[in-house]
């Protein structure tokens, strides 16, 4: 669907939500559009979610039928913790996106963004038993803060929410879904994004250096833990590549910002 098809059906929200929902509402749109860039979406399954700010009970997510490449500002989807549609809107919304996201929202307040995937990658180390290994510096980033969670078919369980947030925990900033896929959560969206990315990153290396036939090398544990301890000291809410991520989109003319 071309940008000029999207606006017509889609009236711009701009100045009529707050500054701050529609400055969250273009980091969304953009990271919809970014996990396209990257191949990460796959067609119009999966989903990611923003927190309204100011709110623990509203949040926005994508119009159900819309490629990620598609998704503006203003037609993210306004939802509240019990999956009622907030704005008028011609869209409606993925069960299995609201079934998980309301979990995480729901439990976790300090969570502002939550990212899900089904990269092939991530499919994969999904179905390892070992999970993710510690053996590159990305996989690292995610040493003793990545939970697991247990296939139990295509999120249309309300009562799965409580296991996916048992599992989850209150410190954990991503998780595997067994046989599923990937999420990542973050206090913005620039940081949920990051950590996809790396997420990503990590799993493709494995797939591939499993695929080598050698013996893997395993840092010892301390060497993992002062990894870690090093990314929480690097890490921060201001994501520096976020502004150089948007001028990707705005230099190939994607609309995210109507």
Not at 202 to 207: D, R
Request: proline share 3%.
């Amino acid at each position: 669907m071309g940008v000029d098809k999207i606006k017509q059906m889609v009236p711009s929200l701009k100045g009529k939500v707050s500054d701050e929902e529609w400055e969250t509402r273009v980091n969304l749109a953009a990271c919809y559009q970014l996990v396209a860039h990257y191949d990460m979406s796959d067609l119009i399954f999966t989903h990611i979610s923003a927190r309204i700010p100011g709110s623990h009970d509203q949040f926005l997510i994508n119009p159900y039928g819309l490629f990620f490449d598609e998704i503006t500002a203003s037609s993210l989807v306004k939802v509240d913790i019990d999956g009622n549609v907030l704005d008028e809107t011609d869209f409606f919304i993925n069960p299995a996106g609201y079934t998980i996201h309301s979990a995480v929202h729901g439990a976790r307040h300090d969570v502002e963004c939550v990212l899900h995937t089904h990269t092939v990658s991530g499919m994969a180390v999904s179905a390892q038993k070992q999970g993710l290994l510690p053996i590159s510096q990305h996989s690292l980033m995610f040493y003793n803060r990545l939970a697991y969670h247990g296939y139990e078919g295509i999120a249309l369980n309300l009562d799965e929410r409580e296991r996916l947030v048992r599992d989850l925990g209150e410190d954990n900033i991503a998780m595997i879904l067994r046989n599923h896929g990937l999420l990542t959560v973050g206090a913005t969206v620039a940081e949920a994004f990051r950590r996809i990315f790396y997420l990503e990153k990590a799993c493709q290396a494995q797939i591939q250096a499993l695929s080598g036939g050698s013996e893997i090398i395993i840092p010892p544990v301390e060497v993992c833990e002062t990894a870690l301890e090093q990314f929480k000291s690097l890490s921060s809410r201001n994501v520096l590549e976020w502004d150089g991520l948007l001028r990707i989109l705005d230099n190939k003319g994607s609309n995210f910002r109507h």
